[in-house]
Nanobody, 120 residues
């Protein structure tokens, strides 16, 4: 089992930045960030595998940066837009496949989420 705890969400104005963190209770090969806005599906934002290979959703490329330090995952979010408003979830899975094209069902472990709200 892996437990994930996120932190770092908040309310910011458009153009601002946030840094999200996720602490895992043990090392796991693939970690990522998802987000879910009200009335929408949960979508992958970014993933990072054990070799540090990163993958991003097209909507966030150039603005979001995912990094990890063994069992701690980070998401640096810059140039925030109102459409980035969502609950952000840390997710993890065991396995070699690890990319932002994967779906919610591909990840076995989830954090409780941290809210990001962007005002215009």
């Amino acid at each position: 089992q892996v437990q994930l705890v996120e932190s770092g969400g908040g309310s910011v104005q458009a153009g601002g930045s946030l840094r999200l963190s996720c602490a895992a209770t043990r090392y796991i090969t693939c970690m990522g960030w998802f987000r879910q806005a009200p009335g929408k599906e949960r979508e992958a934002v970014a993933t990072i595998n054990r070799d540090g290979f990163t993958s991003y959703a097209d909507s966030v490329k150039g603005r979001f940066t995912i990094t990890r330090n063994l069992i701690t995952l980070y998401l640096e979010i810059n140039s925030l837009k109102p459409e980035d408003t969502a609950m952000y979830y840390c997710a993890a899975r065991v396995g070699e496949t690890c990319n932002a094209a994967m779906s919610r069902a591909d990840f076995a472990y989830w954090g409780q989420g941290t809210q990001v709200t962007v005002s215009s």
